[in-house]
Structures are given as C-alpha cells and as structure tokens.
C-alpha cells in the first residue's frame, strides 16, 4: 500500500494547492505522512457525520472539498464540534485532506463535474482567468422548465430542491454553471451570453438585478448538491491513479447528505 504522502503528492498534482485563493485553507488538516493507505472516503464536508463514516468503513484517508479550519484557529481541543472531529480522526488513524478553491480551478474541476452530472457539452472556461465556471451547450436545446426539471432529477435531492429565476417556457441552449456560491460571477455570465446560469446560493438583489437587466433564467441549487458530483470525479481520478501504481486503493464516495438544511415548507402564504 502506498503511504499517506505518495498518495497526497499525487492529489495535489490533480489540484495544486499554489492555485488556491489566498484566504483559503487546503492540503493535510491531520494525518501521519508515513502511514499507509489502503481505503479513502471522499465528502463534501468535514463534519462528523462524514468523520463518523470513514470510521465506520475503515478509511485511512478521507478527502474533502470543504476546509474544516477556513478561518483558522488556535486549539483543536474536543470541546469545540470541530476538534472532536479531529480528535476522531487521528485516534483512529485516519487523515484528512482537503480540496477547496484549487479543485474548483483545476481542469477538470468542479464544475466540470457539475456539467457532467447533468449531461451537459462543456465548451470552455466561464471565467478563463482562473479556469473558474463553464460554458456548456444543451443539444438538443429545451426549455427553462425543462433544464430545471433536469437539474432536479440529476442532483442529488435536498431540502431546498432547485428554484428558478426566469420564463419557464424560454428556450436554453447555451449554459454557464458553477459549482457552489455563484452570485459573484454574474457579470461573467452575462458577458458570456448564455441563455441560463446553474449555480448555488444566490442571493435576493443579486437576483433580482439580473432579471431586471436581461432574460437570463436562473436556476439556483443547493451549494452542497452542486459540489457533491465533484467527489465522483475525484474518486474516478484517484482509482486511475491507483491503478497506473498498482496501488489496489478502495476509494468510497459518500452518499451522506451533509446538506444544512433539513427540511422545506410551503404556506399559502398572509391574505392579501
């Protein structure tokens, strides 16, 4: 079996960690660089549910696209839901490496991943400075109704569920996406020319000036259903590593959802 830090060079060759953004937290949280592995988990999230898991099955390794310290920190004591995870982790015998920004910029990245859940034609870049975003075709074109639907039946299913800014009946040809928070990149969006953006996170006036501006259908999804796909991908490049090494890895996605919210309720609402 391959030791912990073979197996990290060859994940930060996937997704070099000098590419991350400057405020973010990636690479090793905790782990031994000699100890062997033979089993890895990749999640969204490193919360204990995930910690939990990887117990559960045996891992050495798990692998996420979340950091668990983004904003630093100055104990790991187990009082604190973020130490107990660590404190879990290492009796255990099992490191944690995370993925974030970098993976959102490698090719393929995140959205790459994102696209290809949906079964979308990636053409390029959103944003080609930084790799971040895609532009994908539809072929044969469909409606906002129908991408939407899409979306909903090939993202894994959340509370929230996927909502919709825009013409039901609109035709969509042409698509950007983003894997996670995406409001920020609206400006791309609509440089690129695209007929819809799939995203998470947006936000009330965000939206609202993006209607205003142009037809742009918007389809909003849950952030930890957009990245989830991501794991997939990134498994399927772990095990072809393994196996141009000879490793023989067991790599495990977790289907565990982490997604924050927990339930969704529709009222009729206050008379009017």
């Known amino acids: 079996m391959p030791r912990l830090s073979e197996v990290i060079a060859e994940l ?12 973010d937290a990636v690479g090793t949280v905790c782990g031994d660089p000699d100890a062997e592995v033979g089993r890895v988990l990749f999640a969204v999230d490193p919360v204990q549910e995930i910690a939990d898991e990887a117990m559960a099955l045996g891992a050495d390794l798990v692998v996420t696209h979340h950091p668990l310290y983004l904003r630093g920190t100055t104990t790991v004591a187990a009082g604190h839901f973020k130490g107990r995870v660590v404190h879990g982790l290492i009796k255990h015998d099992i490191a944690l490496h995370v993925a974030h920004t970098n993976a959102d910029t490698a090719d393929p ?8 859940a949906l079964d979308l034609r990636v053409t390029g870049p959103l944003v080609p400075e930084n790799n971040l975003g895609r532009i994908c075709e539809l072929d044969p074109p469909e409606t906002l109704a129908a991408f939407a639907a899409r979306a909903a039946k090939r993202l894994p299913a959340t509370a929230q569920g996927i909502r919709v800014a825009g013409d039901p009946g609109m035709t969509v040809r042409r698509v950007a996406v983003s894997g996670g928070s995406g409001d920020s990149l609206f400006e791309a969006v609509r440089a690129a020319g695209v007929d819809a953006f799939l995203t998470a996170d947006l936000r009330h006036h965000p939206v609202s000036e993006a209607t205003q ?7 909003d999804a849950a952030h930890w259903a957009t990245e989830w796909p991501w794991c997939e ?3 399927a490049q772990l095990d072809a590593i393994s196996d141009r090494h000879g490793w023989d890895l067991r790599v495990h996605v ?7 919210w927990s339930f969704h309720h529709t009222s009729p609402g206050a008379p009017n």
């Open 12 to 23: 930060d060759a996937l997704w070099p960690p000098e590419r991350a953004e400057s405020w």
């Open 254 to 260: 977790s289907k565990t959802v982490t997604d924050p």
């Open 109 to 116: 990245g995140v959205s790459d991943a994102l696209a290809g």
């Open 213 to 219: 501006q142009s037809p742009l259908g918007l389809v």
């Open 233 to 235: 991908q990134a498994a």
